[in-house]
């Protein structure tokens, strides 16, 4: 179903129009609030939030200023750091489960690999692959975290991309992956 017509649904109050842009949206959202959190049940918790937000604000989205996906992404991305920025101490998030899921080893193990040819790259390189890539910043967010100009930040973030491509393609190849699974889930 076209995307404009469940989204003029979805305005109307339609609930099958939000469980249609679940369907559609939830695995790429999911994909980046777990990147972000690391936490599979904070992850979960948060995509309701995110959705439910999507169904409360929908009147907010304006499509001649951007995507839904995009309108959506950056909902999800702000109800991740706010999470993340009051987190409570005195919850516990640790996976208490005997077995563990074998994607999800296989996956840490990924991320593990990557994150260890990423660290041969120079600080800075490093710096704006953890933040853009890892942590979920915009290059408009990292630039001042790094007390960079933008255009220096944009510099970096290619000079990155491009030693990864030309030292480590395996590496890179993962990076794409990664990234087209969060974005797609």
């Known amino acids: 179903m076209d995307e404009n017509l469940q989204i003029e649904r979805l305005r109307e109050g339609d609930k099958n129009a939000l469980y249609s842009l679940y369907d559609r949206y939830s695995g790429a959202l999911f994909g980046v609030v777990l990147r972000m959190c690391r936490d599979r049940g904070m992850a979960e918790d948060l995509l ?51 077995y563990k899921d074998i994607r999800e080893e296989e996956t840490t193990q990924d991320f593990e690999a990557l994150n260890g040819v990423v660290m041969k790259l120079e600080d800075h390189h490093q710096k704006v692959i953890e933040l853009v890539y890892f942590k979920g910043y915009t290059h408009r967010e990292a630039h001042k975290i790094m007390g960079v100009p933008l255009g220096t930040f944009k510099s970096y973030v290619r000079q990155a991309l491009i030693q990864l491509r030309e030292k480590y393609p395996t590496a890179f190849t993962l990076l794409l992956l990664c990234l087209d699974v969060i974005e797609h889930g």
Do not use: C, H
């Open 48 to 98: 309701q939030e995110i959705f439910l937000t999507i169904w409360e604000k929908i009147d907010q989205f304006d499509p001649s200023k951007g995507k839904f996906y995009t309108w959506a992404y950056r909902i999800a991305r702000n109800k991740t750091l706010n999470a993340l920025r009051k987190s409570d101490p005195l919850i516990q998030t640790e996976d208490m489960r005997v």
